[in-house]
Antibody
Framework: QVQLVESGGGAVQPGRSLRLSCVAS????????MHWVRQAPGKGLEWVAT????????YHADSVKGRFTISRDSPKNTLFLQMNSLRPEDTAVYYC???????????????WGQGIPVTVSS | QSVLTQPPSASGTPGQRVTISCSGG????????VNWYQQLPGTAPKLLIY???QRPSGVPDRFSGSKSGTSASLAISGLQSEDEADYYC????????????FGGGTKLTVL
């Protein structure tokens, strides 16, 4: 069965960095687009980033552009989100999600991880 | 302010049919398919409808989706207490070199 397991979250001071990882299993990781989506406390879902199946195409939300970078290591079935220059408004639960397709451009997120909390506070 | 607009709340009694709307623009719903996600309290979101009106395996046929122009709707018939959840629409958007966009979410209450 498909599993997505996030790690790397936690509490961090503003301006510091974190790298989230998402280990995938149960499907052909190298054939699917992947996404990061976050949810601030008590708020709705916010798309963060998308990467195509080969890693060739990457897209980031304006709110994180220049600070966050999505990447993947297909031989290790792992998705990453490098988060630099963290701000209090980045505080959220971060979800890793698999796309039905290879590009990710249809936002068909058919499997989600359990989510990992990130808290940015001094 | 979300790019896709949903009503913040909706409600119905068991057995009723309820609909949730999602309004967008030419760069998102007008150009791409719409997806719907259900989020039960304290859990990760779940794909409910993709490509406007397709149900993933395991989703009951009580849930249906439609799209017209730059708007979309999710309909739930035979409402059940376990349908009480937050519902989000989502689509790809061609502006700003490409991005994903979600609606603000609709909290469905089963009275």
């Amino acid at each position: 069965q498909v599993q997505l397991v996030e790690s790397g979250g936690g509490a961090v001071q503003p301006g510091r960095s974190l790298r989230l990882s998402c280990v995938a299993s149960g499907f052909m990781f190298s054939s699917h687009g992947m996404h990061w989506v976050r949810q601030a406390p008590g708020k709705g879902l916010e798309w963060v980033a998308t990467i195509s199946y080969k890693g060739t195409n990457k897209y980031h939300a304006d709110s994180v552009k220049g600070r966050f970078t999505i990447s993947r290591d297909s031989p290790k079935n792992t998705l990453f989100l490098q988060m630099n220059s963290l701000r209090p408004e980045d505080t959220a639960v971060y979800y890793c999600a698999k796309d039905l397709g290879d590009g990710g451009y249809d936002l068909h997120l058919d499997y989600w991880g359990q989510g990992i909390p990130v808290t940015v506070s001094s | 302010q979300s790019v896709l607009t949903q009503p913040p709340s909706a409600s119905g009694t068991p057995g009723q049919r309820v609909t949730i709307s999602c309004s967008g623009g030419s760069s998102n719903i007008g150009s791409h398919t719409v997806n719907w996600y259900q989020q039960l309290p304290g859990t990760a979101p779940k794909l409910l409808i993709y490509s406007n009106n397709q149900r993933p395996s395991g989703v009951p046929d009580r849930f249906s989706g439609s799209k017209s122009g730059t708007s979309a709707s999710l309909a739930i018939s035979g409402l059940q207490s376990e349908d009480e959840a937050d519902y989000y629409c989502a689509a790809w958007d061609d502006s700003l070199n490409g991005r994903g966009v979600f609606g603000g979410g609709t909290k469905l209450t089963v009275l």
